[in-house]
Structures are given as C-alpha cells and as structure tokens.
C-alpha cells in the first residue's frame, strides 16, 4: 500500500516465536526481534554497544506456520516489513498505543551461520511461484568454479 513505512531489521529474537490460531483458525506468530547498535570508541580502543531496539513483530497464514517451525530463540534474523501502529486500553484502563513490524519477509541472517532451506509446500491455492525443488538445483563448494556454467544446457540456479 503506497505510503506505509516500510523498514529492514536486523537482529536477534528475544523467544522463541509463539504461534496462535485466531477464533476464526488462521495462524498468526508473534516474536521480538533485538537490535542493538555497535559502535567503536576509538579513545577506549573497544567496541560498545548502545541502547537495544525491541521491535515486536508478526506474520499470518501459512508464512506464521513456516516462521515458528524455522526459527528460534537468539537466531540473528534480517526481516523486512511494515510499521503499523496499535491503540489499546490496558487492563488498568490506560490508553496505550504501540508500533509493531507486520512481516513481508524473514530469513536467518548468514553473516555468521550458515542455513539450509527447504521449500515449503503451498497450501494457499498455488499462490507461491513455483520453483524446482531443492534437490534439482546444482550444489557447489567453495572454489568449485564448474559447479555452474553459464549456456551448458542447466537452467539458472537462482
């Protein structure tokens, strides 16, 4: 929708996601994710981390079901998606209000781990593009340089 705020965090859940099911039975997920800037004090010769950012988040249908059953607690994560803003009364009868990411897309970050990926299969009505399954798509290690060449007849892996 044109005019949302739309933004990319990077960070660490804080739980395990927690996965509901509405009254009507659709899947909703909700998790924090934690984001903590470094920086590097050059007088201290160290680095120092400041304020943490706690952003709740959550994701719908069958991407909620495919977010609890990939991720967990303190895995680094890189999520995309757009801020939507809540108003509520608390149980005291306060009015609060407060900011929360609505998912459009998630992965495990690969800066320092490494993931394996396993497409899901679609029960949205064939929504999802289709794509070859993974044990199709060529593997390569690092330094195999013919694990893939361009015009030998194999589609593109990606």
């Known amino acids: 929708m044109t005019g949302e705020t739309i933004i990319t965090a990077v ?39 400041g304020d943490p950012l706690f952003l709740r988040a959550s994701c719908w249908r069958d991407f909620a079901e495919h977010v609890a059953g990939s991720l967990q607690k303190g895995m680094r994560v890189v999520a995309t998606g757009r801020l939507k803003q809540r108003s509520y009364q608390d149980r005291e009868g306060q009015n609060r209000t407060s900011i929360e990411l609505e998912v459009d897309e998630i992965g495990p970050s ?49």
């Open 110 to 158: 690969l800066r320092y781990a490494t993931a394996q990926v396993t497409r899901a299969a679609s029960s949205s009505g064939g929504q999802a593009p289709s794509a070859p399954a993974a044990e199709q798509w060529p593997s390569a290690t690092p330094g195999d340089s013919d694990a893939w060449t361009p015009g030998a007849g194999d589609d593109t892996p990606f």
């Open 11 to 49: 960070g660490n859940l804080t739980a395990d996601p927690e996965l509901r099911y509405t009254q009507n039975g659709l899947p909703v997920v909700n998790f924090t994710i934690a984001s903590t800037p470094r920086t590097f004090d050059r007088q201290a010769n160290e680095w120092k981390d």
